[in-house]
């Protein structure tokens, strides 16, 4: 019988001590992984240098702490409302959109000025499709603000599609900034062990992002039964 009880009780401790830790964790990857990239590119040296930086900032930090926010075991804001942290995640979201087109407009106009062709291998070609991507995804989230622009679908109904595309838009981002770990730029400059980790930090992350996400959808779909 005391056996009984103990194991009930003590599965949500190992549970909750396991996410929170995932969550911490992210949170170290995230930054990091950014100030790492920042220090291989040396944003500023040069017009290309822009381009890794402010796509790893876009994806790696501002779009993984906008999810994280809504984190139960690691969101900065936690105490915070609902919609205090809707509010900041646009907000972070908006970042992370800035940050995605500069760098695409950095690495275009750098082609140019090189007279080299465009988007041409899967890098370039998926990380357009994930800056186009995150631009309507932030757009969609506008009626999740203001809910009247919209009539005929319900809030809960608005929030499940959002979660879901985000969560797609993520995994983009997470998928484009491995592919840029394989280019020529990045492997000249660093070892064989270097890259294995730095290609850790967006696949932890996505997923850990992932099990945020699906984990509170399963969560919120138990509640109705």
């Known amino acids: 019988m005391v056996v009984d009880n103990r194991e009930p009780e003590s599965e949500p401790r190992i549970y909750g001590f396991t996410r929170r830790a995932s969550a911490v964790s992210t949170h170290f990857i995230c930054i990091v992984f950014s100030l790492f990239i920042a220090l291989m590119s040396r ?27 809504f984190s139960p075991h690691g969101s900065p804001i936690k105490s915070f409302s609902h919609k205090v942290k809707g509010r900041v995640h646009w907000i ?6 800035s940050c995605a087109v500069l760098g695409l407009a950095a690495i275009s106009y750098n082609k140019h000025l090189n007279s ?19 631009g309507l995804q932030s757009l969609a989230a506008v009626p999740l603000i203001y809910h009247s622009l ?24 997470s998928i484009s900034l491995l592919l840029g770990l ?43 039964y």
């Open 116 to 134: 080299k062709p465009h988007f041409t291998s899967w890098h370039g070609l998926l990380g357009l499709l994930t800056v186009c991507v995150v």
């Open 92 to 97: 972070l979201q908006c970042l992370c959109v």
């Open 182 to 224: 394989c280019s020529a730029w990045f492997t000249a400059s660093v070892g064989e062990y270097t890259w294995y980790l730095s290609a850790l930090c967006p696949a932890v992350s996505a997923l850990i992002i992932m099990n945020q996400v699906t984990s509170a959808y399963m969560a919120k779909k138990r509640l109705q």
């Open 43 to 69: 944003p500023g040296s040069s017009l290309f240098s822009w381009h890794p930086f402010l796509m790893t900032l876009a994806f790696s930090f501002f779009m993984t702490e906008a999810i994280l926010l």
């Open 150 to 173: 919209v009539k005929g679908w319900s809030l809960a109904k608005l929030k499940r599609y959002h979660a879901a595309s985000g969560l797609i838009t993520y995994l983009l981002g």
